[in-house]
């Protein structure tokens, strides 16, 4: 297990528009573009970006159920129909990643001062600032696999890849020690601080991708997400 807490990364206000509008990358109004650089100067004073991951070697499948080693014993993880995705892996990396609960709470209290504008940007930038710590684990799960001679899977995650139900967080965060990183997993099999995420990448010597890749197609969101055109075509 190891826990990432030095992440250094930059926003751009084109970023933080484009997941607002799907993927558009537009010319943007300037008091648009304004709005969108005062909330991203207020979030890097919010952030405290900090992920945790390990590595579990893959023992077999049963049906649609993957099976990893993990400490002593196995660890069961009902992937549903599209587990076929893993069959390639003989490892998979398994990270859960956040940007720290002080953004939301800022949200929150714009949004009771009613400034819903604010609290909309804010929000979006949390958004991206989150997806640039997963960013993060993705590459550690290339640079392991390059180690390895080795390919990897797409990053999947329960209640987006079709068929991996929500509860599916149960199994896969009981992987990893989210205090580490002051995360939780509420009744509801939903990460707390909400600006959070879990992902599982398999790594094989079959895979033919060096770089970790999207399953668009199969994403339970695939009609609203934002990134889906930037990656569809890692699919």
Known sequence: MKILDNFSFSLAAEDVLSAQYLGRRDSFPAPILDSARGAI??????????????EFPVCGFDGE???LSAGSGEARLRIGPKVDLLHAAERVLVGVNTIGPALERRVGELQANREPLEAYMLDAVGVVALGAVGEAL???AEQRAAELKWGVGAALAPGSLLGWAMNGQRELCSLLPLDAIGVQLNPS?????????????????TYRSSRVGSVCRFCALAGSCWRRRKDEHTE
């Open 65 to 67: 159920t993957m099976i």
């Open 41 to 54: 100067e207020e979030g890097m004073t919010l952030f405290s970006p900090a992920a945790v991951y390990d």
């Open 189 to 205: 099999c939903v990460l707390e601080p909400h600006k959070s995420a879990s992902f599982l990448v398999g790594i094989g010597p």
């Open 138 to 140: 993705r590459r550690i």
